[in-house]
Protein backbone atom coordinates (compact mmCIF):
# COMPACT_ATOMS: atom_id res chain seq x y z
CA UNK A 1 0.00 0.00 0.00
CA UNK A 2 1.23 3.14 -0.83
CA UNK A 3 1.93 6.17 1.98
CA UNK A 4 3.16 9.49 1.71
CA UNK A 5 6.92 8.73 1.60
CA UNK A 6 6.16 6.70 -1.70
CA UNK A 7 4.32 9.08 -2.68
CA UNK A 8 6.92 11.70 -2.23
CA UNK A 9 9.48 9.57 -3.65
CA UNK A 10 7.36 8.39 -6.93
CA UNK A 11 6.33 12.57 -7.85
CA UNK A 12 10.01 13.20 -7.16
CA UNK A 13 11.01 10.23 -9.80
CA UNK A 14 8.08 11.42 -12.16
CA UNK A 15 9.34 14.88 -11.96
CA UNK A 16 13.08 14.06 -12.93
CA UNK A 17 12.19 11.48 -15.90
CA UNK A 18 9.84 13.07 -17.08
CA UNK A 19 11.69 15.36 -19.89
CA UNK A 20 14.85 12.97 -19.62
CA UNK A 21 15.07 10.84 -22.75
CA UNK A 22 14.56 7.46 -20.47
CA UNK A 23 10.63 7.18 -19.50
CA UNK A 24 9.20 8.21 -16.90
CA UNK A 25 6.34 5.99 -16.91
CA UNK A 26 9.13 2.57 -17.21
CA UNK A 27 10.77 4.46 -13.81
CA UNK A 28 7.59 4.75 -12.14
CA UNK A 29 6.48 1.21 -12.83
CA UNK A 30 10.02 -0.28 -11.77
CA UNK A 31 10.14 2.32 -8.35
CA UNK A 32 6.74 1.18 -7.49
CA UNK A 33 7.57 -2.45 -7.74
CA UNK A 34 10.52 -2.22 -6.02
CA UNK A 35 8.93 -0.53 -3.33
CA UNK A 36 6.75 -3.48 -2.73
CA UNK A 37 3.55 -1.43 -3.64
CA UNK A 38 3.36 -3.01 -6.65
CA UNK A 39 2.00 -1.32 -9.97
CA UNK A 40 0.43 2.27 -9.12
CA UNK A 41 -0.96 2.01 -12.55
CA UNK A 42 -1.72 4.03 -15.50
CA UNK A 43 -3.87 6.81 -14.05
CA UNK A 44 -1.53 7.57 -11.31
CA UNK A 45 1.14 7.84 -14.06
CA UNK A 46 -1.07 10.34 -16.17
CA UNK A 47 -2.23 12.02 -13.21
CA UNK A 48 1.14 12.68 -11.96
CA UNK A 49 1.96 13.66 -15.55
CA UNK A 50 0.07 16.88 -14.87
CA UNK A 51 2.03 18.28 -12.76
CA UNK A 52 5.29 18.43 -15.03
CA UNK A 53 3.28 19.54 -17.76
CA UNK A 54 2.04 22.45 -15.64
CA UNK A 55 6.07 22.67 -15.39
CA UNK A 56 5.87 22.66 -19.20
CA UNK A 57 3.77 25.75 -19.73
CA UNK A 58 5.22 27.89 -16.72
CA UNK A 59 8.75 27.61 -18.41
CA UNK A 60 7.56 27.73 -21.63
CA UNK A 61 5.11 30.74 -20.96
CA UNK A 62 5.74 32.78 -23.56
CA UNK A 63 5.91 31.10 -26.12
CA UNK A 64 2.55 28.85 -25.68
CA UNK A 65 0.34 32.50 -25.30
CA UNK A 66 2.19 33.66 -28.59
CA UNK A 67 1.25 30.62 -30.41
CA UNK A 68 -2.67 30.39 -29.17
CA UNK A 69 -2.94 33.95 -29.58
CA UNK A 70 -1.45 33.55 -33.19
CA UNK A 71 -3.41 30.97 -34.08
CA UNK A 72 -6.61 32.25 -33.22
CA UNK A 73 -6.19 35.41 -34.68
CA UNK A 74 -4.88 33.59 -38.14
CA UNK A 75 -8.35 32.10 -37.61
CA UNK A 76 -10.20 36.15 -38.19
CA UNK A 77 -7.32 37.00 -40.94
CA UNK A 78 -5.80 39.45 -38.52
CA UNK A 79 -2.50 37.47 -38.69
CA UNK A 80 -1.08 35.72 -41.96
CA UNK A 81 -2.19 32.08 -42.11
CA UNK A 82 1.28 31.18 -42.47
CA UNK A 83 2.65 32.41 -39.82
CA UNK A 84 5.06 30.31 -37.82
CA UNK A 85 3.62 30.97 -34.72
CA UNK A 86 0.04 30.09 -36.41
CA UNK A 87 1.16 27.26 -38.11
CA UNK A 88 2.98 25.82 -35.03
CA UNK A 89 -0.57 25.86 -33.14
CA UNK A 90 -1.74 23.66 -36.04
CA UNK A 91 1.01 21.38 -36.13
CA UNK A 92 0.60 20.64 -32.14
CA UNK A 93 -3.42 19.78 -33.16
CA UNK A 94 -2.20 18.08 -36.04
CA UNK A 95 0.76 15.73 -34.12
CA UNK A 96 -1.73 15.09 -31.45
CA UNK A 97 -4.33 13.18 -33.21
CA UNK A 98 -2.19 9.72 -33.44
CA UNK A 99 -1.80 9.67 -29.54
CA UNK A 100 -5.63 10.60 -28.76
CA UNK A 101 -6.87 7.45 -31.63
CA UNK A 102 -4.16 5.16 -30.29
CA UNK A 103 -4.63 5.61 -26.95
CA UNK A 104 -8.25 5.48 -27.60
CA UNK A 105 -8.27 2.48 -29.52
CA UNK A 106 -5.66 0.00 -27.16
CA UNK A 107 -6.62 1.68 -23.80
CA UNK A 108 -7.38 -1.51 -21.88
CA UNK A 109 -3.60 -2.77 -23.14
CA UNK A 110 -1.87 0.21 -22.32
CA UNK A 111 -3.63 0.04 -18.71
CA UNK A 112 -2.45 -3.90 -18.18
CA UNK A 113 -0.70 -6.19 -20.95
CA UNK A 114 1.86 -3.32 -21.90
CA UNK A 115 2.43 -2.49 -18.60
CA UNK A 116 4.99 -5.99 -17.90
CA UNK A 117 8.37 -5.20 -16.55
CA UNK A 118 9.71 -7.56 -20.11
CA UNK A 119 7.92 -5.26 -22.50
CA UNK A 120 9.73 -2.29 -20.04
CA UNK A 121 13.53 -3.71 -20.34
CA UNK A 122 13.32 -4.20 -24.03
CA UNK A 123 11.49 -0.79 -25.48
CA UNK A 124 13.98 1.15 -22.53
CA UNK A 125 17.08 -1.00 -24.75
CA UNK A 126 15.39 -1.33 -28.74
CA UNK A 127 14.39 3.11 -28.57
CA UNK A 128 17.69 3.45 -26.14
CA UNK A 129 19.94 2.23 -29.49
CA UNK A 130 17.33 4.20 -32.06
CA UNK A 131 18.07 7.61 -30.08
CA UNK A 132 21.79 6.42 -30.20
CA UNK A 133 21.73 6.32 -33.80
CA UNK A 134 19.26 9.12 -34.08
CA UNK A 135 21.98 11.54 -32.30
CA UNK A 136 25.04 10.12 -33.98
CA UNK A 137 23.60 10.40 -37.71
CA UNK A 138 21.21 13.12 -37.52
CA UNK A 139 21.74 15.91 -39.81
CA UNK A 140 20.99 18.57 -37.48
CA UNK A 141 20.26 20.86 -39.74
CA UNK A 142 16.59 22.56 -39.19
CA UNK A 143 15.20 24.82 -36.97
CA UNK A 144 11.35 24.41 -35.24
CA UNK A 145 9.94 26.61 -37.89
CA UNK A 146 10.82 23.96 -40.72
CA UNK A 147 8.07 22.07 -39.36
CA UNK A 148 5.52 20.80 -42.18
CA UNK A 149 2.10 18.80 -41.98
CA UNK A 150 4.10 15.25 -42.62
CA UNK A 151 6.38 15.87 -40.15
CA UNK A 152 4.42 16.72 -37.68
CA UNK A 153 2.49 13.50 -38.24
CA UNK A 154 5.53 11.69 -37.67
CA UNK A 155 6.28 13.75 -34.53
CA UNK A 156 2.98 12.27 -33.46
CA UNK A 157 3.24 9.01 -34.32
CA UNK A 158 6.74 9.04 -32.44
CA UNK A 159 4.75 10.36 -29.32
CA UNK A 160 2.07 7.80 -29.83
CA UNK A 161 4.68 5.46 -29.45
CA UNK A 162 5.56 6.23 -25.64
CA UNK A 163 2.14 5.01 -24.53
CA UNK A 164 4.13 1.85 -23.98
CA UNK A 165 6.18 2.61 -21.12
CA UNK A 166 9.84 2.05 -21.68
CA UNK A 167 9.97 3.88 -24.95
CA UNK A 168 9.74 7.69 -23.25
CA UNK A 169 7.59 10.99 -24.74
CA UNK A 170 10.71 12.75 -25.11
CA UNK A 171 12.67 10.33 -26.14
CA UNK A 172 10.66 9.20 -28.95
CA UNK A 173 10.10 12.71 -30.49
CA UNK A 174 13.32 13.22 -29.95
CA UNK A 175 14.84 10.49 -31.58
CA UNK A 176 12.04 11.22 -34.67
CA UNK A 177 12.91 14.55 -35.10
CA UNK A 178 16.95 13.85 -34.87
CA UNK A 179 16.25 11.52 -37.75
CA UNK A 180 14.28 13.95 -39.73
CA UNK A 181 17.38 16.65 -39.55
CA UNK A 182 16.67 18.94 -36.60
CA UNK A 183 18.52 20.51 -33.88
CA UNK A 184 18.44 18.70 -30.33
CA UNK A 185 17.26 21.87 -29.41
CA UNK A 186 14.52 21.77 -31.82
CA UNK A 187 13.43 18.59 -31.57
CA UNK A 188 12.93 18.80 -27.96
CA UNK A 189 10.98 22.07 -27.97
CA UNK A 190 8.66 20.84 -30.16
CA UNK A 191 8.51 17.44 -28.44
CA UNK A 192 7.73 19.31 -24.88
CA UNK A 193 4.90 21.33 -26.58
CA UNK A 194 3.75 18.64 -28.67
CA UNK A 195 2.72 16.63 -25.43
CA UNK A 196 0.91 19.14 -23.44
CA UNK A 197 -2.75 18.87 -25.75
CA UNK A 198 -2.25 14.76 -24.61
CA UNK A 199 -1.00 15.16 -21.11
CA UNK A 200 -3.65 17.06 -20.29
CA UNK A 201 -6.42 15.04 -21.86
CA UNK A 202 -5.10 11.69 -20.51
CA UNK A 203 -4.43 13.30 -17.60
CA UNK A 204 -7.99 14.63 -16.64
CA UNK A 205 -9.49 11.99 -18.19
CA UNK A 206 -7.81 9.38 -15.50
CA UNK A 207 -8.49 12.22 -12.91
CA UNK A 208 -11.84 12.34 -13.50
CA UNK A 209 -12.41 8.21 -13.57
CA UNK A 210 -10.48 8.60 -10.43
CA UNK A 211 -12.96 10.71 -8.84
CA UNK A 212 -15.96 8.98 -10.22
CA UNK A 213 -14.50 5.50 -9.07
CA UNK A 214 -12.00 5.86 -6.16
CA UNK A 215 -9.87 2.53 -5.40
CA UNK A 216 -7.80 1.88 -2.54
CA UNK A 217 -5.03 0.65 -4.40
CA UNK A 218 -3.77 4.91 -4.94
CA UNK A 219 -5.64 7.22 -2.75
CA UNK A 220 -6.53 10.47 -4.65
CA UNK A 221 -5.03 12.67 -2.09
CA UNK A 222 -1.72 10.42 -2.06
CA UNK A 223 -1.75 11.20 -6.08
CA UNK A 224 -1.76 14.89 -5.82
CA UNK A 225 0.75 15.00 -3.41
CA UNK A 226 3.27 13.07 -5.35
CA UNK A 227 1.81 15.64 -8.94
CA UNK A 228 2.98 18.93 -6.96
CA UNK A 229 6.48 17.49 -6.08
CA UNK A 230 6.72 16.52 -9.53
CA UNK A 231 5.71 19.82 -10.78
CA UNK A 232 8.60 21.49 -8.45
CA UNK A 233 11.09 18.79 -9.71
CA UNK A 234 10.38 19.07 -13.32
CA UNK A 235 10.52 22.93 -13.31
CA UNK A 236 14.09 22.66 -12.43
CA UNK A 237 14.80 19.72 -14.73
CA UNK A 238 13.65 21.26 -18.29
CA UNK A 239 16.11 24.34 -17.93
CA UNK A 240 19.11 22.24 -16.76
CA UNK A 241 18.16 19.88 -19.97
CA UNK A 242 17.49 22.38 -22.37
CA UNK A 243 20.85 23.79 -21.33
CA UNK A 244 22.44 20.68 -21.67
CA UNK A 245 21.20 19.47 -25.07
CA UNK A 246 22.02 22.68 -26.29
CA UNK A 247 25.68 21.86 -25.78
CA UNK A 248 26.15 17.80 -25.41
CA UNK A 249 24.60 14.58 -27.04
CA UNK A 250 22.11 12.47 -25.70
CA UNK A 251 24.85 9.24 -25.34
CA UNK A 252 24.76 9.07 -21.44
CA UNK A 253 21.03 9.04 -22.02
CA UNK A 254 21.41 6.32 -24.20
CA UNK A 255 23.88 4.43 -22.37
CA UNK A 256 21.86 4.55 -19.21
CA UNK A 257 18.59 3.31 -21.10
CA UNK A 258 20.11 0.21 -22.08
CA UNK A 259 21.64 -0.22 -18.94
CA UNK A 260 18.59 -0.54 -16.96
CA UNK A 261 17.08 -2.33 -19.54
CA UNK A 262 19.66 -5.20 -18.87
CA UNK A 263 19.28 -4.95 -15.38
CA UNK A 264 15.32 -5.31 -15.30
CA UNK A 265 15.93 -8.61 -17.20
CA UNK A 266 18.66 -9.97 -15.05
CA UNK A 267 16.33 -9.26 -11.94
CA UNK A 268 13.44 -10.80 -13.85
CA UNK A 269 15.35 -13.93 -15.09
CA UNK A 270 16.53 -14.50 -11.65
CA UNK A 271 12.93 -14.11 -10.12
CA UNK A 272 14.18 -10.92 -8.22
CA UNK A 273 11.33 -9.04 -10.07
CA UNK A 274 8.32 -10.37 -11.59
CA UNK A 275 7.01 -9.06 -14.88
CA UNK A 276 3.43 -8.07 -13.72
CA UNK A 277 2.97 -8.42 -9.85
CA UNK A 278 5.82 -6.80 -7.49
CA UNK A 279 9.17 -8.17 -6.37
CA UNK A 280 9.61 -11.34 -5.52
CA UNK A 281 10.54 -11.16 -1.78
CA UNK A 282 7.51 -8.40 -1.57
CA UNK A 283 5.46 -11.24 -2.65
CA UNK A 284 6.76 -14.09 -0.41
CA UNK A 285 6.29 -11.43 2.52
CA UNK A 286 2.95 -10.82 1.93
CA UNK A 287 1.92 -14.52 1.49
CA UNK A 288 3.63 -14.89 5.14
CA UNK A 289 1.21 -12.93 6.65
Not at 8 to 20: N, S
Not at 50 to 77: K, P
Given at each position: ????????????????????????????????????????????????????????????????????????????????????????????????????????????????????????????????????????????????????????????????????????????????????????????????LLAIPAVFGSGFYQLFKAIKSP???????????????????????????????????????????????????????????????????????????
Amino acid sequence: MMGIFEAILLGIIQGLTEFLPISSSAHLRIASELMGIGDAGAAFTAITQLGTEAAVIVFFWRDITRIIGRWFRSLTGSVPRKDPDAMMGWWIILGTIPIVVLGLVFQDQIETTLRSLWIVAFTLIGFGILLGIADKFGRKQRDIKDLTWKRGLIYGGAQALALIPGVSRSGGTITAGLMMGYTREAAARYSFLLAIPAVFGSGFYQLFKAIKSPTDTTPMGLTMLATVVAFVIALVVIGLFMKYISKRSFMPFVVYRVLLGIVIIVLLSTGVLTADGGTAIAQTAGGAQ
